[in-house]
């Protein structure tokens, strides 16, 4: 019954922007104090490039859901989430992928997987000498990630997946949503 409460409410909020509008302002902001001792996070964070675009090395970290096909798929049955990460080979074919997300529509994404993960596109400005190189690792996480497992991802995940970004040497990330 949840997953398909989900994909009902994405189907809604994609017909229905105002409706999207109206969840996010009666939203409460997350309290980070609770989840990281640190209080509330404050601006963007943000460092400026030291060198130009066209020599940065990119990487793709996406928050779509996407992940290979022969791998496992994220939990849709956790109403949480799913804190996990998958990693992506730079030179996947686009047919070994698959969006496992119930919380946005994807049928648009789902025939262009670019949409949401643009590796073509990055291959392109590549080869046009606008990049410089491509991560070998890119990653998929699910977006839609709530209480217990805010505190995974702030203190275990992303900084795991911010460490492999550090090992490849990578300048930029692309961070795309779903």
């Given at each position: ?6 994909k009902?409410i ?9 409706l999207?509008e ?7 902001p997350?309290p ?18 030291t060198?130009p675009?066209k020599?940065?090395?990119i ?10 096909k022969s791998?496992?798929?994220?939990d849709?049955?956790?109403p949480?989430?799913?804190?996990t ?7 996947t074919?686009k047919?070994?992928l698959?969006?496992?997300h ?5 049928k648009d994404a789902?025939k262009?997987?670019?949409i ?8 392109e400005?590549k080869?046009?000498g606008?990049?410089g190189?491509?991560a070998?690792?890119n990653?998929?996480f699910?977006g839609h ?7 995974t991802?702030?203190?275990e995940?992303?900084?795991?997946v911010?460490?492999?970004l550090?090992t ?5 990330v692309l961070?795309?949503?779903?």
């Amino acid at each position: 019954m949840g997953r398909l409460k989900n994909k009902l409410i994405a189907k809604l909020f994609t017909q229905f922007p105002s409706l999207v509008e109206r969840w996010v302002k009666n939203t409460a902001p997350f309290p980070f104090k609770y989840i990281t001792g640190q209080g509330k996070v404050e601006g963007i964070p943000w460092t400026t490039l030291t060198k130009p675009i066209k020599d940065c090395n990119i990487a793709i970290v996406t928050t779509a859901g996407i992940h290979l096909k022969s791998q496992k798929p994220f939990d849709m049955k956790d109403p949480n989430g799913d804190p996990t990460y998958r990693e992506i080979p730079r030179d996947t074919l686009k047919e070994q992928l698959i969006i496992t997300h119930d919380y946005y529509d994807h049928k648009d994404a789902d025939k262009d997987i670019n949409i949401v993960f643009p590796i073509d596109r990055f291959k392109e400005m590549k080869e046009a000498g606008e990049i410089g190189d491509i991560a070998e690792i890119n990653f998929g996480f699910m977006g839609h990630i709530d209480g217990r497992h805010i505190y995974t991802l702030i203190n275990e995940t992303a900084p795991a997946v911010a460490e492999k970004l550090k090992t490849q040497n990578i300048d930029a990330v692309l961070l795309t949503p779903g």
